[in-house]
């Protein structure tokens, strides 16, 4: 069964430095997502991503946040100053053109100090 | 983003009885309704879609009352493998992203 793959698991970071997050989402699939769960509490939608650019974002996504396909298989998430409340679980989805149902990866956790 | 809520229990259960969550939306545009499960500190996994007149997969039973704006899930013969938090996730209309309610947590018991 195809899978959303993240990467890293586990990104430990200082305050201020910038992470670039991964995700590889499903192969035949055209639209991917963004969303975060800081723990204890609910996930929460970043952004969607399609056709090379973005499509919807929250009010979360600020100008520290960027979004880019850098190949025909990559997603990914930079954070460019990262900030203690940036701390959470990171999940990648994807979704196929004509299908609502989207696929979570397993998510990466940031950890700032 | 309107909200979704839910119940956030938890439902302690006993192996192999029925049980039932709901969960209400506040965006009456909104156009697509699933249930996702999630196991603790792993990602949400898609466990159905919920259409308008009702879907039944196995032993799971979601129900979508449009005018109410309520979404219930039915699990049957419950298993000690359901236990998990269940999310109540509902696709504004116009929108691409999901909006989550913080889910209900379901522990069955042996």
């Known amino acids: 069964e195809p899978e959303v793959t993240q990467t890293p698991s586990h990104q430990v970071t200082q305050m201020g430095q910038e992470v670039i997050l991964r995700c590889v989402p499903i192969?035949?699939?055209?639209?991917f997502y963004w969303y975060r769960q800081i723990l204890g509490q609910k996930v929460e939608f970043l952004v969607s991503?399609?056709?090379?650019?973005?499509?919807?974002k929250s009010e979360i996504f600020d100008d520290q946040f960027s979004v880019e396909r850098p190949d025909g298989s990559n997603f990914t998430l930079k954070i460019r100053s990262t900030k203690l409340e940036d701390s959470a679980m990171y999940f990648c989805?994807?979704?196929?053109?004509?299908?609502?149902?989207?696929?979570f990866g397993p998510g990466t956790r940031l950890t700032v100090t | 983003r309107k909200e979704v809520e839910q119940d956030p229990g938890p439902f302690n259960v006993p192996e192999g009885a029925t049980v039932a969550f709901n969960c209400t939306y506040s965006?009456?545009?909104?156009?697509?309704f699933f249930w996702y499960r999630q196991d603790c500190r792993k990602e949400p996994k898609l466990l159905m879609s919920?259409?308008?007149s009702g879907n039944e997969d196995g032993r799971f039973t979601a129900q979508l009352n449009r005018a109410s704006q309520y979404i219930s899930l039915l699990i049957r013969d419950s298993k000690l493998s359901d236990s998990a938090t269940y999310l109540c996730?509902?696709?504004?209309?116009?929108?691409?992203?999901?909006?989550f309610g913080k889910g209900t947590h379901l522990i069955i018991q042996p």
């Open positions: 989805a994807s979704s196929a053109l004509d299908r609502d149902e989207q696929y």
């Open positions: 192969s035949n699939h055209l639209y």
């Open positions: 991503f399609y056709n090379n650019e973005i499509s919807e």
């Open positions: 965006n009456s545009a909104s156009q697509s």
């Open positions: 919920v259409y308008s």
């Open positions: 996730v509902v696709r504004p209309g116009g929108a691409d992203g999901l909006t």
